[in-house]
T-cell receptor, first 114, second 114 residues
């Protein structure tokens, strides 16, 4: 069964550093998403991406964050100047036609900012 | 906007006992409803979903859920749990326009002991 692959599974970074979280969506999917879960809190939507541009973003997704599809396979989330409160599990998802019922999630990247 | 409430953060249960994980939602529009499961160190896996039609939905691993519109609930049930069902379970909702994002509950940790 096709999978969404996320790397790394764990990342520890110092406050103020930039991090890039990587995702390889399912190959024939066209819509890509990032969600995050701060420990003990809800999984929250960050951003959706289609046709090389952001289609929707939440209030959380401020100027500190950016997304990119640098090549035909990867989908990345960049967090500039990380803060302690950015520590969370970050989930990538993809869907073929953008419908939420067709989401496939990756296994997540646990980001720890120290 | 939608919201999801999972009242129980943890549900301990003995193996082979029945279990119900509660989920209530609020929304001003019609919704799709989902249950996801996260096993330790793994991603979010779709357990089952309600899109339309029969209010009783059957999913993987013997789980089922019932959509109750009047009570705005979508409780998850299994008649006999196994040790391997130990995991975090997330209820989620989206507008039934199909292209909206997912709104998650905080999750319920199901702890199955021998």
């Amino acid at each position: 069964e096709p999978e969404v692959t996320q790397t790394p599974s764990h990342q520890v970074t110092q406050m103020g550093q930039e991090v890039i979280l990587r995702c390889v969506p399912i190959s024939n999917h066209l819509y890509f998403y990032w969600y995050r879960q701060i420990l003990g809190q809800k999984v929250e939507f960050l951003v959706s991406f289609y046709n090389n541009e952001i289609s929707e973003k939440s209030e959380i997704f401020d100027d500190q964050f950016s997304v990119e599809r640098p090549d035909g396979s990867n989908f990345t989330l960049k967090i500039r100047s990380t803060k302690l409160e950015d520590s969370a599990m970050y989930f990538c998802a993809s869907s073929r036609q953008g419908e939420v019922r067709g989401y496939t999630f990756g296994s997540g990247t646990r980001l720890t900012v120290v | 906007a939608q919201s999801v409430t999972q009242l129980d953060s943890q549900v301990p249960v003995f193996e082979e006992a029945p279990v119900e994980l509660r989920c209530n939602y609020s929304s001003s529009v019609s919704v799709y409803l989902f249950w996801y499961v996260q096993y330790p160190n793994q991603g979010l896996q779709l357990l089952l979903k309600y899109l339309s039609g029969s209010t009783l939905v059957k999913g993987i691993n013997g789980f089922e859920a019932e959509f109750n519109k009047s009570q705005t609930s979508f409780h998850l049930r299994k008649p006999s749990v196994h040790i391997s069902d130990t995991a975090e379970y997330f209820c989620a909702v989206s507008e039934n326009s199909g292209y909206s994002t997912l709104t998650f509950g905080k999750g319920t940790m199901l702890l199955v002991s021998p």
